[in-house]
Every structure is written in C-alpha cells, then in structure tokens.
T-cell receptor, first 112, second 114 residues
Framework: GENVEQHPSTLSVQEGDSAVIKCTYSDSASNYFPWYKQELGKRPQLIIDIRSNVGEKKDQRIAVTLNKTAKHFSLHITETQPEDSAVYFCAASTSGTYKYIFGTGTRLKVLA | DTEVTQTPKHLVMGMTNKKSLKCEQHMGHRAMYWYKQKAKKPPELMFVYSYEKLSINESVPSRFSPECPNSSLLNLHLHALQPEDSALYLC?????????????FGEGSWLTVV
C-alpha cells in the first residue's frame, strides 16, 4: 500500500547548525507534500508545503526540496534554535483525495 | 485566521459513559476531519466530512460516532470506549479543491478512558 518513510527518527544538532529530515513516498500520483511541526502537548502545525510542479520552496530558515523522479522530499532548517525542538512529520497527498499519508516523525533536539 | 477550536481540552471517562467531543471552524472550510493520535505516532485518520456528508470512515469501531450538524461544526460521540482508546483526538479542516487540501488542526482533546 501507499506509505511514506521518514528518516531519521531522532536528530540532535547544536544550536546554529543545520538540520535535514528526509522522506520517501511510494505513490507516484502524490502531488502535495506538507510538513508539520508538533511541539510537546500541542497540535501539529503546518510549517511549509510544496506541490509537485515546484522543485524547491523556502520560507526564511526553512526550505523544502522535492525530487519527483526519486520520490524524495526533504526539510532543511538552517541556523537552528532551541525553539525548533519538536517532532516533525512529513506527509504526502494526492489531488481529489482527503487522505494524508504521514511519515513516522522525526524528533529534533536543538542543543543550546 | 486558521483557527479550529476543540472542546473539551481534557476528558476522563469511564468505559460505560457517553460523552462527546466538539469542534468548530469559521474559515469557510467544507471538509472536516477527525484524527486520533497516540504518543510518538503520527495522526491517524478516522473520519472525513465533505459538505456535511460523511465521505470517509476508516473502518472505525461503532463506539465512535461522528456527526456534522452544519458546515462549521463537527462532533464525535463516544460510547462504551476501551482504555486503549485513550489518545489525543484532533479535529481538522480544509478547503475543497486540488491540488492538495492543506489541513489545519485544532489543539486537540486529550481523552483518558478508565
């Protein structure tokens, strides 16, 4: 069935360093890829998304890249700060459906 | 405004109780969702309503009963739950349309079944 693999499951970086989280999807019809940040005890919040007609999107310190051929997409966070510490979920979705296929999550710890 | 509000924030219920979770959005979104999230896991889809009609039921046990009274409201009625149903229940909404329906989550209702 459809699935999204997400790596790594945990990631520790020093404050100021960059963090990269990678996801691979199986359904070639997927064309929408959101990323959610979930702080402890809080809701998942959309931080950035990308559609399949775009290869890269950036919003300040956060960027997402998409390789449709390889069915990979990645989240890049530069100049990490302690408040970036959270669980990050990637997801893949297809036009005309309501279903998100979520990755298993990455726990990011930014060490001060 | 991307606000989805849920009540109650916390609920403790016995296995014989009947309770309801409530959700409201005023973004004009026509799709509303219930997700269940266990600790350290991604959200798991339960139900989707589109234009106030049940569109998806992910084979959820009948002890969970959704209701969509109007386009802004979504309820989840709970009856005869099991301790393993304890979880964070997230309501969400999105606009119709493609490609991609960006889903906005509420703060969630923490449910404990004793």
């Amino acid at each position: 069935g459809e699935n999204v693999e997400q790596h790594p499951s945990t990631l520790s970086v020093q404050e100021g360093d960059s963090a990269v989280i990678k996801c691979t999807y199986s359904d070639s019809a997927s064309n929408y890829f959101p990323w959610y940040k979930q702080e402890l005890g809080k809701r998942p919040q959309l931080i950035i998304d990308i559609r399949s007609n775009v290869g890269e999107k950036k919003d300040q310190r956060i960027a997402v890249t998409l390789n449709k051929t390889a069915k990979h997409f990645s989240l890049h966070i530069t100049e990490t700060q302690p408040e970036d510490s959270a669980v990050y979920f990637c997801a893949a979705s297809t036009s005309g459906t309501y279903k998100y296929i979520f990755g298993t999550g990455t726990r990011l710890k930014v060490l001060a | 405004d991307t606000e989805v509000t849920q009540t109650p924030k916390h609920l403790v219920m016995g296995m014989t109780n009947k309770k309801s979770l409530k959700c409201e959005q005023h973004m004009g979104h026509r799709a509303m969702y219930w997700y269940k999230q266990k600790a350290k896991k991604p959200p798991e889809l339960m139900f989707v309503y589109s234009y106030e009609k049940l569109s998806i039921n992910e084979s959820v046990p009948s002890r969970f009963s959704p209701e969509c009274p109007n386009s802004s409201l979504l309820n989840l009625h709970l009856h005869a739950l099991q301790p393993e149903d304890s979880a964070l229940y997230l309501c969400a909404s999105s606009q119709e349309g493609s490609p991609g329906n960006t889903i906005y989550f509420g703060e969630g209702s923490w449910l404990t079944v004793v």
